[in-house]
């Protein structure tokens, strides 16, 4: 039984389409799942606002006790509104601006990720302009596989991301001459939507490699920042709605070697927000090709693009369907690209003009990146909290 049944096509009567559907309790169960499995292990979480900062997803998440990871200066400034404390935003990213890296310094963040030896000295350079001391974590580039899509895949040689290991002996040395400039920690993240645990085993045998290199080299570690990139099930969203992260934490905890006063910090992203949200959409048209059936959607790649820009696979429901007879059906968005397609060839129930279709796991990485290509609508949402349904921008 899907979770958008026959009460929920109710609630749903009326309200204008499409737009995305959270379900904040969800969120804070698996909110505190996770912190959870992290405290009982003293191990910290930062969330990756990337993901989704929409505002009460936003809130909620601020609320339940973790930290903020940013890759951008505006995200360092919403992180900040809404109530992160400074003491606990990291802030990433190959390319900072001055301007992004000063809104940073402002407000005394508690590391950034560096990204490159000449991204250091600037930070260093401006953080003398302005009398302030900058925090670093030096983020290398691992070279590990995260058996992921390759699109999402961030810590092999050949990804833009990270100090490359032939640089570390050298951003050692700029780091001593830089005098506004404190080592923290190391950095790494290798990806997205990793499902293979043994990918975080494998990290786990670098940081401890890159950690021994800095400590032969006299360098005090204090804090291993493993990134995020623990992934959900997109195919089976009601029977695995919370991520594993018992069992993902534990690895940190059983193949890092720490050092009593090491942290070990984390920044997760969509295994904390994916689930909570789906896209729900209208049938504008039916229409049978020479070849296919189609759906014709009044949501598209305007709404939710992780179809189109990473090959990506969200499960695709009729609301308030039955055990009924299916049909294929390739699933398109209105939008005037070919790529604006859900699914090609997915089994759904008879279906017709103004049926509701619910594409699920679309919290993460997904309202975020909402356009206005084609002047379409500023995207809607609603929240459900304790069996009530509140309309929000709708
Ligand atoms: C995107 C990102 C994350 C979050 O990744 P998820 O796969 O969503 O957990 C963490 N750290 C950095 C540096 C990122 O860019």
Same mark, same amino acid.
């Given at each position: 039984?899907?979770?958008? =049944? ?10 204008? /389409?499409?737009?995305?559907? $959270?379900?904040? =309790? ?73 301007? +992004? ?49 390759? $699109? ?24 001593? =001459? ?30 401890? @490699? ?5 400590? @032969? ?67 504008? $048209? ?40 299916? /049909?294929?059906? =390739? ?20 279906? @017709? ?31 459900? /909290?304790?069996?009530?349904? +509140?309309?929000?921008?709708?």
């Amino acid at each position: 039984m899907s979770y958008f =049944d026959s009460k929920l096509l109710a609630k749903f009567e009326g309200m204008e /389409t499409p737009f995305y559907y $959270y379900n904040l =309790d969800l969120l804070q169960q698996t909110l505190s799942k996770a912190k959870a499995a992290a405290d009982k292990r003293g191990f910290h979480v930062h969330y990756a606002l990337k993901a989704n900062f929409n505002p009460r997803v936003l809130s909620t998440v601020q609320s339940a006790g973790f930290g903020a990871d940013c890759v951008s200066g505006n995200e360092v400034q919403k992180a900040i509104e809404v109530g992160f404390p400074a003491s606990q935003i990291t802030f990433a990213g190959v390319g900072k601006s001055d301007k +992004e890296i000063r809104t940073a310094l402002q407000h005394g963040i508690f590391a950034f990720n560096v990204e490159s030896i000449q991204e250091m000295e600037i930070i260093d350079g401006l953080a003398a302009e302005m009398g302030v001391r900058a925090n670093v974590s030096l983020r290398i580039n691992p070279n590990v596989d995260a058996k992921t899509h390759q $699109y999402i895949t961030t810590g092999l040689d050949e990804n833009k991301f990270g100090l490359p290991n032939s640089e570390l002996e050298r951003a050692a040395a700029v780091l001593r =001459d830089c005098t506004n400039v404190d080592l923290v920690g190391l950095h790494f993240h290798i990806g997205s939507q990793i499902t293979d645990m043994n990918v975080f085993k494998s990290l786990c045998v670098k940081v401890n @490699e890159w950690k021994n290199w800095f400590e @032969e080299r006299g360098t005090t570690i204090r804090v291993l920042n493993v990134g995020g990139g623990l992934g959900v099930d997109y195919y089976a969203p009601d029977e695995h709605p919370i991520a594993d992260f018992e069992t993902y934490f534990d690895i940190f905890d059983r193949f890092l070697e720490r050092t009593p006063n090491q942290e070990v910090h984390f920044e997760l992203g969509r295994a904390l927000v994916a689930q909570c949200g789906s896209l729900i959409s209208k049938v504008l $048209y039916t229409k049978n090709g020479v070849k296919k059936h189609f759906l014709i959607l009044d949501a598209g790649m305007t709404e939710l693009m992780r179809p189109m820009l990473y090959q990506a696979y969200h499960k695709i429901e009729k609301v308030g369907a039955g055990a009924e007879d299916t /049909t294929n059906y =390739d699933v398109v968005g209105p939008i005037c690209e070919s790529t604006d397609a859900f699914g090609k060839e997915v089994p759904l129930p008879i279906s @017709e003009r103004g049926d509701l279709i619910a594409i699920r796991t679309a919290g993460a990485y997904a309202e975020v990146m909402a356009s206005r290509y084609n002047l379409r609508d500023e995207v809607r949402y609603c929240y459900a /909290t304790e069996g009530q349904l +509140e309309l929000a921008n709708s």
